[in-house]
């Protein structure tokens, strides 16, 4: 059973950082591509980045210099470290696997306040 668990989640103040982390199970990790996205109130869900099995990275350009994602074959989890938030970053962020995504974590809430 594939399983994707986000956490790292929280209330930061803007200029702040995060590092958020998407832990899998299931599936043989090192084979897939894996992304992040997020979905703010009243929008639609977005990809902030991918990154392929090679450790290739792709980017919303309104993220590019800010965010960075990674991965841990051996841990089996991916990471976004995202630094000088802002409050348009406000979302909830989601771990999928595949493109198009079949596969997604339940979610972590990110704030930046005003």
């Known amino acids: 059973q594939v399983r994707l668990a986000e956490s790292g989640g929280g209330l930061v103040q803007p200029g702040g950082s995060l590092r958020l982390s998407c832990a899998t199970s299931?599936?043989?990790?090192?084979?897939?591509?894996m992304g992040w996205y997020r979905q703010a109130p009243g929008e639609q869900r977005e990809l902030v980045a991918s990154?392929?099995?090679?450790?290739?990275?792709n980017y919303l350009d309104s993220v590019k210099g800010r965010f960075t994602i990674s991965r841990d074959n051996a841990r089996e989890t991916v990471y976004l470290q995202m630094n000088s938030l802002k409050p348009e970053d406000t979302a909830v962020y989601y771990c999928s696997r595949d493109f198009p995504p079949r596969y997604w974590g339940q979610g972590t809430q990110v704030t930046v306040p005003s």
């Open positions: 299931g599936f043989t990790f090192s084979l897939y591509e």
């Open positions: 990154i392929t099995r090679g450790s290739n990275t």
